[in-house]
Structure formats: C-alpha cells, structure tokens
C-alpha cells in the first residue's frame, strides 16, 4: 500500500479503460486496416473512441490523430508545421517553461536554420500576452504555448494569446500542449484559438503509450513517420487499436466529472496548504490560481531527492520537479523565479479526485518529520 502524490507523471490507468484494452486483446484483435470482419470491427472500435476524444475537446473525428503519447505530437506538430509551411517563414515563437519534448524540439529546429524566440514570464511570475504579440511578427510561422506548466500548475494565458496574434497575424499558426490541462479544466479548441492541441493518454487514467493530436482541419502537416498511410498518411503504422480504446472509455468516464472534479481537487489543494502552512520553512511555489492538480512547494532547504526518499520510506511518492526529466533540474522552476534553496528542495505534489484528506495530513506529517530528522 502506498499514497501515490505524483499524478502529474501518470495515473493508474481506470477499470473501464483496461476492460476496453483487454477487450481489443481478446475478442477485437483485428488489425483497422484489414478488409474483413475482423479488421472492420476494430477500425469501429477505434472509431468509436476517436469521436469520444474528438467531441471531448470540440471537434470531430477527422481532426484528430493519433500517435504514441504527448511527445510524439507535440514533435509531430512542431516538425511536421515547420517543414509544411517553413520554407519562407523561419521563425518560431514559444513560452521558456514548455515541457522537453517541445523544447528539445525546437532547439532540434534551432540546429536546422529556425529562430527561436522564448518569451520569459515577467519579474511577478506571470506571462503577459502582450509578449507574445510583441515577440511575433510576418516571419513567424508558429506560436506554442502549454496550457498548464507540468511543474507548477501555472495556468497560461493561451487563450488571450493565440487570440491576440491572430488578430495581428491570421497566418501564424498555433499549437497548445494540453496534457496537464485534459480533462482537468474544460476548454474547447475553437475557443482556445488552436490550431493544433497535443494530448496524452496516461495522464488522464488511459495507458501509457498513446496519445492524440488535434490538426484543425485546412491546416498541412507533413508527416514524420511514412508507411502504410495510417491516420490520413499523417502517422502511418498500425494503430494501437486496445490503446487506443482504453483512452477513448477514459475520457468517456472522466469527461462527465471535469467541473465537480475541479472543485473536489480545489478543496483538497487548500486542506493541504493549510496543513503545511504551519511547518516551518515550507513555502509554496504554485500560483493560488493554477489549477490544483499541481502543488509545487520547497522544504526548507532539504534537497529534494533526500526528502523525496526520506517520504517514499514513509510509503508516499512524490516528484521532485519533473519526473519526465529523472531528477534533472529542469531551468522551469528558475523562469518561474524559483532559484537557489527554493529550487534544489522542489517537491511537486500532484493529486485526483481520488485523493483523500487523510492521504494529504499523512503526507504532511511525514513533510514535517522529514524536515526534523533530514540533516543540510
Ligand atoms: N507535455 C507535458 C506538459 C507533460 O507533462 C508530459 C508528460 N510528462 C508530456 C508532454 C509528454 O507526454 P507523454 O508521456 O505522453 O509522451
């Protein structure tokens, strides 16, 4: 038995999606390309799951695709843009606290002859969409910006952003990593000013190794990976179709929830500060209006792998910073303004509707008891 605190890394994937997954194992194992039966009842098994996916953020069926996970459409995305429309407009503008699979990319990009412009928050933490207008102009051919920074919680003015560049420049095109925003706060992509959205499976109670990228339809993308014209010729290789309909019954069953679970996990998120706002030496990193599924908080100078261990030896689990980094430092912490101590004793906590109030006061007690018995 363990409290498992670290949600913003993976979720335990629910029942419903491993019933549909074992279903595509047993039954339903045709391959979506094949002209029989077979084939036929698993190209409408994952029809059925792409209109769920679709729908869940606004759109239909035929402007999603879907891939391995968030890294690979966010690399999708940003590659397949820069070689569709790239040729006369080479520069790239994004937010300096995207997650490694968009940043890593565009330094890939920086490599092969593109600018890429890194808008910073300003001295208060926050991110003004005037910096982003600014940093903009006709030889831009993408904007990125995250929803929800997977560190902090911070909440990006994406909407406000992609809408005030395409005022200035309609033909910028946009691209937002929705992962640690997916079914966690509504948003549809219209309204969000996307003109593509990176989503991912594992996040949201589906397994690990799928995922889904909005393309809003007119938009080119030239493909990555060539093959057998899978997913409109845009990702060729048969599809994970068991993957592929357990994220379709977990975005079913969760998409139902999203208001009421933001307001349980709000309620959570203030029990915890509270309980921790008492030990001496903790200060918290999240904003109070990021979304609540993250809570960043620094533990008075202990360096965060010696607590995030001293806590495991309690049975919870945390993260420090990012997980997808393996304990790496990432600079995010340090745009954000959390530097030096603060940085090095980041813990990140990050929890579901499922967490408990008495999971969070035995993840403070043990937070409190670390602090005490931790030496430097
Ligand atoms: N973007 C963000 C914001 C993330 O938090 C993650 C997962 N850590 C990813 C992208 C990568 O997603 P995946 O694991 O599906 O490749």
Redesign the pocket.
């Known amino acids: 038995m363990f409290i498992y605190l670290d949600n913003?890394?993976t979720t335990k994937p629910c029942p419903e999606a491993v019933q549909s997954a074992v279903e595509a194992m047993t039954g339903n194992f045709g391959n979506p390309s094949s002209l029989h039966r077979a084939g036929l009842d698993a190209q409408l098994a994952m029809d059925k799951a792409r209109k769920i996916i679709a729908g869940s953020v606004g759109t239909e069926s035929g402007n999603i695709i879907f891939t391995s996970?968030?890294?690979?459409s966010?690399n999708l995305a940003l590659r397949g843009i820069s070689s569709a429309y790239g040729r006369k407009r080479r520069k790239i503008v994004a937010s300096s606290v995207e997650?490694a699979?968009v940043d890593e990319t565009l330094s890939a990009l920086e490599k092969s002859g593109f600018e890429i412009v890194r808008v910073s928050p300003r001295e208060d933490g926050r991110f003004y969409s005037a910096d982003f207008v600014n940093a903009c102009d006709e030889n831009t051919v993408m904007l990125t910006m995250?929803y929800v920074n997977?560190e902090t919680g911070y909440i990006m003015p994406v909407k406000e952003t992609f809408t005030s560049v395409k005022r200035k420049y309609p033909e910028i095109i946009t691209h937002s990593?929705c992962?640690?925003a997916y079914m966690k706060i509504p948003f549809r992509v219209t309204a969000l000013g996307a003109d593509l959205i990176?989503l991912?499976g594992?996040?949201v109670h589906a397994p690990?190794g799928i995922?889904a990228l909005y393309i809003k339809k007119g938009i080119r993308i030239l493909p990555e990976v060539t093959g057998g014209k899978q997913e409109k010729g845009i990702r060729s290789g048969t599809e994970s179709v068991p993957l592929i309909c357990a994220f379709g019954a977990s975005v079913g069953k969760y998409n139902q929830s999203i208001k009421e679970r933001f307001e349980k996990v709000s309620a959570l998120k203030s029990h915890l500060l509270e309980n921790i706002s008492g030990i001496d030496g903790v200060s918290v990193n999240s904003p109070d209006d990021g979304s609540p599924y993250v809570i960043n908080i620094s533990a008075s100078g202990k360096r965060s792998e010696i607590m995030l261990h001293y806590l495991e030896s309690r049975n919870i689990y945390v993260s420090s910073g990012?997980?997808?980094s393996k304990g790496q430092q990432s600079g995010v912490l340090g745009e954000f303004g959390i530097k030096g101590k603060n940085a090095d004793s980041a813990l990140r906590i990050s929890i579901t509707a499922e967490t408990t109030e008495s999971e969070l006061d035995e993840f403070a007690n043990a937070l409190r008891d670390g602090i005490k018995n931790i030496r430097g």
């Open positions: 913003a890394s996970g968030a890294t690979e966010n997650h699979s995250m997977n990593d992962v640690q990176s991912s594992h996040k690990k995922g990012s997980a997808c």
